[in-house]
């Protein structure tokens, strides 16, 4: 089974950073994507980055401009750099990783928390 875990969530004030890592238990060429997804109180979970072998990374338009998605195939790991964070980036993050054998399998991680406030 495959096993997607993040880290890198925390408490933060507004414009700062962090960076989210998701490191996968087998190799990330595995996949035909990985990406971010977020999810904040009584609101459905959201994509927020996503990259692929074969296409330039798709962002949420939320985002674009200060998130950046990253990943090291040796490590079997990917990132999200999260800059001039805002409150509404509050949420937690969710790793995804998705596979094509004879339909679609989607993979989640477990989540990681990030708060954005003073």
């Known amino acids: 089974q495959v096993q997607l875990v993040e880290s890198g969530g925390g408490l933060v004030q507004p414009g700062g950073s962090l960076r989210l890592s998701c490191s996968a238990s087998?190799?990330?060429?595995?996949?035909?994507?990985m990406g971010w997804y977020r999810q904040s109180p009584g609101k459905e979970r959201e994509l927020v980055a996503e990259t692929t072998t074969s296409v330039s990374p798709n962002y949420a338009d939320s985002v674009k401009g200060r998130f950046t998605i990253s990943r090291d195939n040796a490590k079997s790991t990917v990132y999200l750099q999260m800059n001039s964070l805002k409150p509404e980036d509050t949420a937690v993050y969710y790793c995804h990783a998705a596979r094509i054998t004879y339909k679609t399998l989607h993979y989640w991680g477990k989540g990681t928390l990030v708060t954005v406030s003073s």
């Open positions: 087998e190799s990330i060429f595995n996949f035909i994507s």
